[in-house]
């Protein structure tokens, strides 16, 4: 079992046809979506960054939040994305998962939660700080944290900074009912720091170019195989998926290590 956890509705991964054909050809079997554009002709600037030792410096990713804050993308992107998942999801229901990209800062946060989970049938929510600039200490999202725990549903978040990244620590032990995962392993060194204890805190391995073979490691090490998930951050990167499959199976870990992260746990966090 080969599951992507973090892909996003846009390009090659908004055409059904084009994104069974690539999933087939790599041996994957599901891909969780994101949000990424609301329209099926969208197609993103594909970034073609070398895998070098710059790329892989963990600060590239918290000054590149920086970039992505200054974008003010509208909410209203991200609700046409939610639609367009789950069209792509009625078309294609063995292969694609939906995650729900949810703004906090909206006061219906909980009730378009419970909207989805009941008409879409969503597998999870996705949180973005750097596009709704929310604080993980907040009361709403508490109250989200505690709905979602309630619901079965694991949190995806993208946190802005180091700062961030220690209140969602504060925020996943009050709920431990609750999972959580990391996108990009930004915030890997601090969750090691004040929630090595924790079981319901998860990192994701993507985007290929920014996380290296070591750090993938040092998750291993300190929160177990068990909490590493593949995933791609596709269609931005090139060759996202592909590489990051070649990059667990190329990894100096044993075989069981290796199915983990490329999909056991996806399948057992999602309940699939």
């Known amino acids: 079992m080969i599951i992507d956890g973090h892909a996003h509705a846009t390009g090659v991964f908004a055409d059904p046809d084009r994104l069974v054909s690539l999933l087939d050809s790599l041996g994957v079997d599901k891909v969780v979506l994101c949000p990424g554009a609301h329209d099926e002709e969208s197609l993103p600037k594909i970034p ?20 992505i804050l200054k974008q003010n993308v509208p909410d209203i992107y991200f609700e046409k994305g939610n639609e367009l998942i789950y069209s792509l999801k009625e078309k294609c229901p063995e292969r694609i998962i939906q995650y729900f990209w949810v703004n906090p800062l909206n006061v219906d946060s909980i009730n378009r939660i419970q909207s989805a989970i009941d008409s879409w049938k969503i597998k999870g929510i996705k949180l973005h700080q750097c596009l709704s600039e929310f604080s993980n200490d907040s009361s709403y999202m508490h109250e989200i944290a505690k709905f979602v725990g309630e619901n079965n549903l694991p949190i995806f978040i993208h946190v802005f900074s180091l700062k961030e990244a220690k ?14 995962t990391l996108a990009h392993f930004i915030g890997l060194e601090v969750a090691k720091r004040y929630g090595k204890d924790l079981k319901n805190l998860y990192f994701d391995i993507s985007t290929y170019f920014i996380i290296s073979e070591r750090r993938i490691r040092y998750a291993i090490k300190h929160f177990g195989a068990d ?16 590489n990051n499959i070649k990059k667990i199976r190329g990894m100096n870990i044993s075989k069981e290590e290796k199915e983990l992260i490329l999909g056991k746990n996806m399948q057992k966090l999602l309940n699939l």
């Open 227 to 242: 909490h590493v998930l593949l995933g791609s951050d596709s269609p931005f990167g090139e060759k996202n998926l592909e």
């Open 48 to 67: 073609k960054i070398s895998y070098t030792r710059i790329s892989k410096m963990k600060q590239l990713i918290l000054l590149a939040n920086k970039w």
């Open 167 to 180: 209140k969602l620590i504060n925020l996943a032990r009050e709920y431990p009912v609750t999972n959580f």
